[in-house]
């Protein structure tokens, strides 16, 4: 992979992007050496349509950029460009992301629990799919009750696996219901011309509805999610933070970023880890490739530099 040929700060080709994205991960990882690394949905642009071939060239691709130690875990949420939309999304696109990625709905890691969220199957609306969702999440929630001894003590709870006494963070790729990003606020917040926007339910954020089961179902003390792009914090109800995770790729910001975070069982810390501008990067490729090309220019003599002349100059004075 390589950098982009062109000097067009707007160019947002393939291969720009994954080249970013790839030496942002790989740098990550070598820099703040994570347990565990979560990606919030939206890994490919064309998962909701490709064919079996175009699918297996992508996870390819996916596989070479973010590669990682046997150490490093890397947890993978679906997203509405990976299995596409509610009217979109059937068993087959849902199975051959699962294949790929294993996702597991509950996940514990040293004394930390953690639910994965397909969102997309969060409308609502009776379909197989969403009711087989909403099931696994309420036994979710019985085995998180369960641990956390929210419930009188019965043989239910005896035949559960045991699971850490802790309120889990929630991941999802839908953030959860809120009207706009008007109170969202940093640098990596949605433009000032977009921050006023409604949000459209089942499509830019969860349902009202929605929302509320996962919040009492769950009773989740962090929520991170995705697909608008930009960064946002809001608190929910009973005091829940909700941190939405802007894009890592250039394609989406020009100023990506990824959240880096330190959870205990009992407390967590986030930092916001920003990555060089778009601009910055190219712009600095393409001063340097204008530099290097002036010198060859020069060397073999087909111009001549003002320093170079001016060397040249004063070699002839002192020479008299």
């Not at 970013?20 to 347990?35: I, N, S």
């Not at 990976?82 to 699962?98: L, T, V």
């Not at 979710?140 to 019965?154: D, K």
């Not at 769950?218 to 608008?228: C, D, F, K, M, Y």
């Amino acid at each position: 992979m390589g950098p982009v040929a062109s000097c067009t700060p707007s160019v947002h080709g393939r291969y720009a992007r994954e080249w970013q994205m790839e030496r942002a991960f790989q740098t990550a990882l070598w820099l703040l050496q994570p347990e565990v690394v979560f990606i919030l949905g939206d890994i490919f642009d064309e998962g909701k349509w490709s064919s079996s071939q175009a699918w297996a060239n992508d996870v390819k691709r996916f596989q070479r950029m973010f590669r990682h130690p046997q150490d490093v875990q890397l947890k993978v949420v679906a997203g509405n460009h990976d299995i596409g939309f509610h009217y979109q999304m059937d068993r087959y696109k849902i199975q051959r992301f699962e294949d790929v990625f294993a996702p597991e709905r509950l996940f514990s890691w040293k004394g930390i629990n953690f639910v994965m969220v397909n969102s997309v199957a969060l409308e609502g609306d009776g379909c197989s799919i969403c009711s087989e969702a909403e099931a696994e999440l309420i036994e979710i929630s019985n085995t998180l009750n369960c641990s956390r001894e929210l419930v009188p003590p019965s043989s239910q709870c005896a035949a559960r696996q045991p699971l850490p006494a802790s309120a889990p963070v929630l991941l999802q790729h839908y953030p959860l219901y809120r009207r706009s990003d008007a109170n969202c606020v940093g640098e990596d917040a949605a433009s000032p011309k977009d921050k006023n926007i409604p949000f459209k339910e089942k499509y830019d954020v969860l349902s009202q509805e929605a929302s509320r089961k996962l919040l009492w179902w769950l009773q989740p003390r962090l929520v991170l999610s995705g697909h608008t792009h930009s960064g946002c914090e809001v608190t929910h109800a009973g005091g829940v933070l909700e941190v939405s995770v802007p894009s890592l790729s250039w394609r989406n910001r020009n100023n990506p970023s990824f959240i880096m975070g330190s959870i205990s069982s009992s407390d967590y810390s986030l930092a916001k880890c920003y990555l060089p501008l778009e601009d910055t990067v190219l712009l600095t490729y393409c001063g340097a490739s204008a530099l290097l090309l002036l010198l060859i220019l020069a060397h073999c003599k087909l111009i001549t530099l003002p320093c170079l002349s001016g060397r040249s100059l004063l070699g002839k004075y002192k020479a008299v």
